[in-house]
């Protein structure tokens, strides 16, 4: 079973600012990784798959890299809509699993 | 536009059982592969089960092999989820989301699209 880490648990940015999120797979997931927005009492929003390709409708602000083990979501400047908590996804193996969720919050 | 509405949740004793529903709109529901996803209070995500477009391939988490079964009926473009022998644990929010492929593959299934969930709380 592949468990999926994520840090920093929360990550106090201010507006404007640039926010790096990391993600690590206890083992090579390639590029199967997916990263999920959630804003509170939300379901969860799809922002990139692939490690890289953003989803439909996903602002060019949002982008994803690594591969095998160590995963980044950049937001380049933050917005006051991207508030929210952030989960990676590894979809290279079964189970399916989640990281535990990073936290962006206003500094 | 694509949506997925959940329902069947509610307050339930220990032991007994639950059968969640999802209900697909604004899409070809038998293209796709579904999954079921939860989320306990105050805590992350959980995947739960996933099942592909024609129902012939499902897999479960370890945490709800053998109590849970997804299953889907395509003549109603409905998904579902049967809970049985719940536990404390089994408390949380549980969505629906639509796989962007047919298949249920190791490398290929992620959640395109997201319900906005249904709530179960297993207490006594």
């Known amino acids: 079973e592949i468990v999926m880490t994520q840090s920093p648990a929360t990550l106090s940015v201010s507006p404007g600012e640039r926010a790096t999120l990391s993600c690590r797979a206890s083992?090579?997931?390639?590029?199967?990784l997916a990263w999920y927005q959630q804003k509170p009492g939300q379901a969860p929003r799809l922002l990139i798959y692939?490690?890289?390709t953003r989803a439909t409708g996903i602002p060019a602000r949002f982008s994803g890299s690594g591969s095998g083990t160590e995963f980044t979501l950049t937001i380049s400047s933050l917005q006051s809509e991207d508030f929210a908590v952030y989960y990676c996804?590894?979809?290279?193996?079964?189970?399916?699993?989640f990281g535990g969720g990073t936290k962006v919050e206003i500094k | 536009q694509v949506q997925l509405v959940e329902s069947g949740g509610g307050v339930v004793q220990p032991g007994r059982s639950l059968r969640l529903s999802c209900a697909a709109s604004?899409?070809?529901?038998?293209?796709?592969?579904m999954h079921w996803v939860r989320q306990a209070p105050g805590k992350g995500l959980e995947w739960v089960a996933i099942?592909?477009?024609?129902?012939?391939?499902?897999y479960h988490a370890d945490s709800v092999k053998g109590r849970f079964t997804i299953s889907r009926d395509n003549s109603e473009d409905t998904l579902h989820l049967q809970m049985n022998s719940l536990r404390a644990e089994d408390t949380a929010v549980y969505y629906c989301?639509?796989?962007?492929?047919?298949?249920?593959?190791?490398?290929?299934?992620?959640?395109?699209?997201w319900g906005k969930g249904t709530t179960a709380t297993v207490s006594s």
């Open positions: 996804q590894q979809y290279n193996n079964w189970p399916l699993a």
């Open positions: 083992q090579s997931v390639s590029s199967n």
């Open positions: 692939g490690a890289s």
């Open positions: 604004g899409f070809t529901f038998s293209n796709y592969a």
């Open positions: 099942i592909s477009d024609d129902g012939s391939n499902k």
């Open positions: 989301a639509r796989d962007p492929f047919k298949r249920a593959a190791a490398g290929w299934n992620y959640m395109e699209v």
